[in-house]
């Protein structure tokens, strides 16, 4: 089978689904992958809309990322912040100063009309990504997350201020019952030959695209493979607060635990060999190696992952298959 013929789609949040997508973008021809973002971390900051994951995702498929920290440009200046501090700013969210440029033109477009994913359209197309970028939703929708220390916190006070250390109680998307799926977003999942799931926190990056209204039927209605990458490798998350929420809300810390989470949707799941001992019912499985070191892992997981799906036809060997 021709990966190269396919339309791929892929949901993710930040840094670790940005990871994923970037390696479908090196193996697909142009046009051929979305990569539709979370937008629950968006917020308001200084004036400007901040959209974090749509950023992250953009500066990764355009080689402009920190590739220490995952966000943000790479060799970025800080001194617009350095100016706040003078005036007894506290700057606890790091924007530098050139992606300060992304928000300013991001805000002037929005507020002069223009949709999330028309704005976010003409950024990966000046930035010379060969893909599509678009936006969960065109609607503003904010992650809220009830902490037991501290009452209930906007999303990137949680995250970024108190560095996700206060104890998650719930988590709630607020402004998602009015939210619509685009006409993009469904074009694209409606051409889809396979929709994947990033390696992304379930809870605080998949879930709120999940539950913009319509995209649980858009996705379901696609008689195509649903196929979710585990963001838990051996009871830890790769990057972020996914395995410490989980325990805090209760649940297990594996890939199982992921992998029931999104039943219902998903066909397929990946997960890491490192958990090869776990036994994932229900589902066709597959374990690889899942850790995104460079970026020809990257392209490589990728790789694996569609020959894997695209060949499910033709082996017998489906509910249960670890092959290599
Ligand atoms: N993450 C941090 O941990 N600290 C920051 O100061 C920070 C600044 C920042 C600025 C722009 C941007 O696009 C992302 C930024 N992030 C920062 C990352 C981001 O807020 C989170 O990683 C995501 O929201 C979680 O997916």
């Not at 939210?179 to 879930?207: C, H, K, M, Q, Y």
């Not at 998350?237 to 992921?258: D, R, W």
């Not at 850790?291 to 033709?314: C, E, V």
Request: charged share 20%; net charge negative; aromatic share 8%.
């Amino acid at each position: 089978v021709a990966i190269e013929d396919k339309n791929v789609v892929v949901l993710v949040g930040g840094v670790g689904g940005a990871k994923l997508a970037h390696g479908l973008a090196q193996i697909l021809p142009p046009g051929r992958l979305t990569v539709i973002v979370n937008t629950g971390d968006d917020f308001w900051h200084y004036g400007l809309r901040v959209c974090p994951d749509l950023d992250t995702v953009m500066y990764t498929l355009s080689g402009l990322v920190d590739p220490a920290k995952g966000w943000g440009v790479a060799g970025d200046s800080f001194d617009t912040l350095e100016a706040m501090r003078r005036y007894g700013e506290d700057t606890w969210f790091g924007i530098g100063d050139r992606d300060f440029a992304t928000h300013l033109l991001r805000t002037q477009a929005l507020l002069k009309g223009d949709t999330l994913t028309a704005v976010t359209h003409k950024f990966t197309t000046a930035l010379g990504i060969a893909h599509t970028i678009l936006p969960m939703t065109d609607a503003q929708v904010a992650t809220k997350v009830a902490t037991a220390e501290q009452g209930e916190l906007d999303f990137q006070v949680y995250f970024v201020r108190h560095r996700w250390q206060p104890t998650v109680k719930a988590v709630r998307y607020d402004g998602i019952e009015g939210a619509t799926v685009t006409p993009e977003a469904r074009r694209a999942i409606a051409s889809a030959d396979v929709i994947l799931f990033g390696p992304s926190n379930p809870w605080l990056s998949i879930a709120p695209i999940l539950a913009v209204p319509g995209m649980r039927d858009c996705l379901l209605a696609r008689d195509v493979p649903r196929v979710a990458l585990s963001p838990i490798v051996d009871g830890e998350a790769i990057k972020g607060p996914a395995a410490k929420m989980m325990s805090e809300l209760g649940m297990e810390v594996s890939a199982q635990t992921v992998a029931s989470y999104y039943g219902g949707v998903i066909d397929g799941f990946v997960y890491d060999e490192r958990d090869s001992a776990l036994n994932i019912g229900g589902v066709r499985t597959v374990t690889f190696d899942t850790i995104m070191r460079t970026d020809s892992d990257r392209a490589a997981l990728a790789r694996r992952m569609l020959d894997w799906i695209f060949n499910w036809g033709d082996s017998s060997e489906h509910l249960d298959d670890h092959s290599d």
